[in-house]
């Protein structure tokens, strides 16, 4: 492609990354709603718990069926709330807006009161008629936080609220309110920090839990044109409006007493005592029901999350500039890919590398961090980018093969030079000589399993063990050469290069050992044989590329470091061993791994003996095995065989140290 093309090329996809950012910037719909719904798949990767300390006290079916069609009788209501006061703090999510006889309001009052620790619930909306007395108003205002910055808070503003009667309203601690907004696409996803209503600001009802049970106040700090909430000096990121993205669990994780059992005289009251308790309705027919990214659920579970986000500090950050990198970093890769990466083959292979890579990355650093990476805009950047790149190639194309063909049609043949054009990798037959570490592991017994179980178990056997060892391997930045039989064959360092490579594949062993475990439970399951394997690794230069004709060829190691490591692996069956590996691999390795010296090995073809090592699970029992083993083995260097078969037995007997016995038969 000619410089002015490349230039057109690049000018456009600036023009496009600017459509993206714009998009990103102003939440443009549908983007936007596609944009949320496509990021909710991170809740599906919380592996967090809520805070043991916060409790939902659900108004449920049981309860229902129990006490009646909700709302019930105050004065009923009243008698049933006097276990609550064992709580640290009692938000009611509910509003008694309506008197109704004077005796059972008054008697819910003073139940209230009597908690001396309730919160109560209020609701702000736009179109209410109600219109309060000045005291109404002055019981209201003690909830409120100080009259900051209201003509340019961020918070959403509210014309009228719909408040608990005086009697209990006056009763509670704090007053907070319920309310809350949904997204584009009618889910809530966000809580609210507070609302603006009356030129003060009113903190939702998570917020005075919070304020009441850890005796602290809110701040908003205002800089430049952003807002910081600070609160029991932690910051709370929200967003233009002054919601905080809640950062949901798994629904089975929350915890919910049924109202009906706390009412009962012998309620166990540790359920409760000093705990943050919510007190709200779940029962569908009642209506306080809230679509969410994890389904509908009660509404009082939006508090619920919040409280316990904040009091365990996983609450849901934002960093805007880093977000705008990403965006533009990917939107450019697809760009530098397709000057860097000839082959169309290896681009897709790549472009869908990254697209896994953002996926994962948004999600780790979700999981780990907390910190909140729209993705969809990232990948929507990189993909139109990519798209925009490989239709302009593809356009371009034909001029280049033009070019092709008049630079080169003296030295090619037509259909060779044809085959260059469309599948130029075709000619790439060959290798490099490079460092690589090779991994062998191989099922024990595998013939006599062979022999024991019907065609088909052998082959559901391979599949279980096949898979997740695999698995690993990719994941330890190895690379699967091949399957031989019941062996796995793979080799670190290449294609690409692969920091500390021995490490990598000594890990892979270890947790091939620990994934072992999961796979025998799987067979015992289904009445299959369980298995046992032995890994063997080695560190040398060999030959590595494609490999094989010119009709067909695989990309695969060969070299006599290649046959070392597959030797290595017949020691495990030996030494009765699961991992050995060579002393090439050991000089690697740092000092995190328990390793013991095994032996002088003969290796067929070398005319040295090799030193080999037991790489063992770092367990209690296994490094006193070590420390036994080496001990004796020491005494056999000096020559004190008597002194070292002694130790050997004892190691032998103490911890049934199998090698131990080897040793013993072969030398001693």
Same mark, same amino acid.
């Given at each position: 492609?000619?410089?002015?093309?490349?230039?057109?090329?690049?000018?456009?996809?600036?023009?496009?990354?600017?459509?993206?950012?714009?998009?990103?910037?102003?939440?443009?719909?549908?983007?936007?709603?596609?944009?949320?719904?496509?990021?909710?798949?991170?809740?599906?990767?919380?592996?967090?718990?809520?805070?043991?300390?916060?409790?939902?006290?659900?108004?449920?079916?049981?309860?229902?069926?129990?006490?009646?069609?909700?709302?019930?009788?105050?004065?009923?209501?009243?008698?049933?709330?006097?276990?609550?006061?064992?709580?640290?703090?009692?938000?009611?999510?509910?509003?008694?807006?309506?008197?109704?006889?004077?005796?059972?309001?008054?008697?819910?009052?003073?139940?209230?009161?009597? #908690?001396?620790?309730?919160?109560?619930?209020?609701?702000?909306?736009?179109?209410?008629?109600?219109?309060?007395?000045?005291?109404?108003?002055?019981?209201?205002?003690?909830?409120?936080?100080?009259?900051?910055?209201?003509?340019?808070?961020?918070?959403?503003?509210?014309?009228?609220?719909?408040?608990?009667?005086?009697?209990?309203?006056?009763?509670?601690?704090?007053?907070?309110?319920?309310?809350?907004?949904?997204?584009?696409?009618?889910?809530?996803?966000?809580?609210?920090?507070?609302?603006?209503?009356?030129?003060?600001?009113?903190?939702?009802?998570?917020?005075?839990?919070?304020?009441?049970?850890?005796?602290?106040?809110?701040?908003?700090?205002?800089?430049?044109?952003?807002?910081?909430?600070?609160?029991?000096?932690?910051?709370?990121?929200?967003?233009?409006?002054?919601?905080?993205?809640?950062?949901?669990?798994?629904?089975?994780?929350?915890?919910?007493?049924?109202?009906?059992?706390?009412?009962?005289?012998?309620?166990?009251?540790?359920?409760?005592?000093?705990?943050?308790?919510?007190?709200?309705?779940?029962?569908?027919?009642?209506?306080?029901?809230?679509?969410?990214?994890?389904?509908?659920?009660?509404?009082?579970?939006?508090?619920?999350?919040?409280?316990?986000?904040?009091?365990?500090?996983?609450?849901?950050?934002?960093?805007?500039?880093?977000?705008?990198?990403?965006?533009?970093?990917?939107?450019?890769?697809?760009?530098?890919?397709?000057?860097?990466?000839?082959?169309?083959?290896?681009?897709?292979?790549?472009?869908?590398?990254?697209?896994?890579?953002?996926?994962?990355?948004?999600?780790?650093?979700?999981?780990?961090?907390?910190?909140? %990476?729209?993705?969809?805009?990232?990948?929507?950047?990189?993909?139109?980018?990519?798209?925009?790149?490989?239709?302009?190639?593809?356009?371009?194309?034909? #001029?280049?093969?033009?070019?092709?063909?008049?630079?080169?049609?003296?030295? #090619?043949?037509?259909?060779? %030079?044809?085959?260059?054009?469309?599948?130029?990798?075709?000619?790439?037959?060959?290798?490099?000589?490079?460092?690589?570490?090779?991994?062998?592991?191989?099922?024990?017994?595998?013939?006599?399993?062979?022999?024991?179980?019907?065609?088909?178990?052998?082959?559901?056997?391979?599949?279980?063990?096949?898979?997740?060892?695999?698995?690993?391997?990719?994941?330890?930045?190895?690379?699967?050469?091949?399957?031989?039989?019941?062996?796995?064959?793979?080799?670190?360092?290449?294609?690409?290069?692969?920091?500390?490579?021995?490490?990598?594949?000594?890990?892979?062993?270890?947790?091939?050992?620990?994934?072992?475990?999961?796979?025998?439970?799987?067979?015992?399951?289904?009445?299959?044989?369980?298995?046992?394997?032995?890994?063997?690794?080695?560190?040398?230069?060999?030959?590595?590329?494609?490999?094989?004709?010119?009709?067909?060829?695989?990309?695969?190691?060969?070299?006599?470091?290649?046959?070392?490591?597959?030797?290595?692996?017949?020691?495990?069956?030996?030494?009765?061993?699961?991992?050995?590996?060579?002393?090439?691999?050991?000089?690697?390795?740092?000092?995190?791994?328990?390793?013991?010296?095994?032996?002088?090995?003969?290796?067929?073809?070398?005319?040295?003996?090799?030193?080999?090592?037991?790489?063992?699970?770092?367990?209690?029992?296994?490094?006193?095995?070590?420390?036994?083993?080496?001990?004796?083995?020491?005494?056999?260097?000096?020559?004190?065989?008597?002194?070292?078969?002694?130790?050997?037995?004892?190691?032998?007997?103490?911890?049934?140290?199998?090698?131990?016995?080897?040793?013993?038969?072969?030398?001693?």
């Amino acid at each position: 492609m000619n410089y002015s093309k490349n230039s057109i090329r690049i000018i456009l996809s600036a023009f496009l990354i600017g459509i993206i950012l714009l998009l990103w910037q102003y939440k443009v719909e549908p983007f936007h709603h596609f944009s949320l719904q496509f990021n909710d798949i991170k809740y599906a990767f919380n592996d967090k718990k809520p805070n043991e300390n916060v409790v939902f006290v659900a108004i449920d079916e049981k309860s229902v069926t129990q006490f009646g069609r909700w709302p019930w009788d105050r004065e009923s209501l009243a008698h049933k709330l006097e276990n609550l006061k064992h709580a640290k703090a009692v938000a009611f999510d509910m509003v008694f807006s309506e008197p109704t006889k004077l005796q059972k309001d008054i008697s819910l009052a003073n139940s209230i009161e009597d #908690l001396d620790n309730a919160i109560c619930g209020m609701f702000l909306r736009n179109d209410s008629t109600k219109i309060f007395t000045q005291e109404s108003e002055d019981i209201l205002k003690e909830s409120a936080l100080n009259r900051i910055f209201v003509e340019k808070l961020p918070f959403m503003q509210f014309k009228s609220a719909e408040v608990n009667i005086m009697d209990i309203s006056s009763r509670c601690v704090f007053n907070g309110v319920f309310s809350t907004v949904s997204d584009s696409d009618s889910l809530f996803r966000r809580y609210p920090v507070g609302f603006l209503y009356n030129s003060y600001v009113y903190p939702s009802l998570g917020i005075q839990l919070l304020r009441y049970t850890l005796n602290k106040d809110i701040t908003i700090e205002q800089k430049k044109e952003d807002y910081t909430v600070l609160f029991n000096e932690k910051n709370i990121d929200i967003d233009s409006t002054g919601f905080v993205k809640l950062n949901y669990y798994h629904l089975k994780e929350y915890k919910a007493i049924s109202f009906q059992e706390l009412a009962k005289d012998d309620f166990d009251i540790s359920r409760i005592k000093d705990k943050i308790v919510i007190l709200g309705i779940s029962e569908a027919g009642i209506s306080d029901i809230r679509a969410t990214p994890l389904g509908q659920i009660p509404g009082p579970l939006l508090h619920y999350t919040f409280i316990s986000n904040f009091l365990d500090d996983i609450l849901i950050t934002y960093n805007y500039n880093l977000e705008l990198a990403l965006i533009i970093f990917f939107s450019i890769i697809p760009i530098v890919l397709s000057n860097i990466v000839k082959t169309l083959n290896y681009r897709i292979i790549v472009y869908a590398g990254i697209i896994v890579f953002i996926m994962v990355f948004s999600i780790y650093v979700y999981r780990e961090f907390n910190l909140w %990476l729209d993705m969809f805009y990232i990948i929507l950047g990189y993909t139109c980018l990519l798209i925009f790149n490989g239709v302009f190639i593809f356009k371009t194309k034909d #001029l280049e093969a033009k070019f092709i063909k008049g630079a080169f049609s003296n030295y #090619l043949s037509n259909k060779l %030079l044809d085959d260059v054009i469309l599948n130029p990798e075709k000619l790439k037959l060959g290798g490099e000589k490079k460092e690589v570490t090779i991994l062998f592991s191989d099922i024990r017994g595998f013939t006599n399993l062979s022999e024991q179980v019907s065609s088909e178990d052998l082959i559901k056997i391979l599949g279980l063990y096949f898979t997740p060892m695999t698995k690993i391997v990719l994941k330890q930045s190895g690379t699967l050469d091949k399957y031989i039989g019941d062996a796995i064959m793979a080799f670190y360092n290449a294609p690409i290069d692969v920091p500390k490579h021995q490490q990598c594949a000594v890990d892979t062993a270890l947790k091939m050992m620990n994934e072992l475990t999961n796979v025998n439970k799987k067979l015992r399951t289904l009445k299959l044989p369980e298995i046992d394997f032995g890994v063997g690794i080695n560190t040398g230069d060999a030959i590595v590329g494609n490999i094989g004709s010119e009709e067909r060829f695989d990309y695969s190691v060969v070299g006599d470091s290649v046959n070392v490591a597959s030797r290595i692996e017949g020691m495990c069956k030996i030494y009765k061993a699961h991992i050995i590996i060579s002393e090439y691999t050991k000089k690697a390795l740092d000092d995190s791994y328990l390793i013991r010296e095994i032996d002088f090995a003969p290796i067929r073809g070398k005319k040295e003996n090799l030193k080999i090592f037991e790489v063992m699970q770092d367990t209690p029992d296994n490094n006193k095995i070590k420390s036994s083993y080496e001990e004796a083995l020491e005494y056999f260097r000096k020559g004190d065989k008597e002194k070292a078969k002694k130790l050997f037995e004892i190691c032998l007997e103490k911890y049934k140290d199998e090698t131990s016995q080897v040793f013993i038969e072969k030398y001693l």
